[in-house]
């Protein structure tokens, strides 16, 4: 697979995966948390809007890599 290939695949791996994690915290905040403190509120978006990053990392190193000679 080239890197442009890799690249173009895995722009689309990010903002599906992306899209995927705003429904399922969209999905724990309406299910779970819609009357919860202001406090808990913040830490809840925090943590879910920085762990969607760790997993992005891992498929922006696989588009990274070079092509095989």
Do not use: H
Not at 54 to 61: F, N, S
């Amino acid at each position: 697979m080239t890197q442009s290939t890799r690249k173009l695949l895995g722009t689309v791996l990010i903002l599906a995966s992306l899209l995927v994690w705003s429904v399922l915290g969209m999905w724990i905040y309406m299910s779970f948390l819609g009357a919860a403190v202001w406090w808990l509120l913040i830490g809840f978006f925090a943590v879910m809007g920085m762990s969607w990053f760790y997993p992005a990392t891992w498929i922006i190193r696989w588009m990274a890599k070079p092509d095989a000679e």
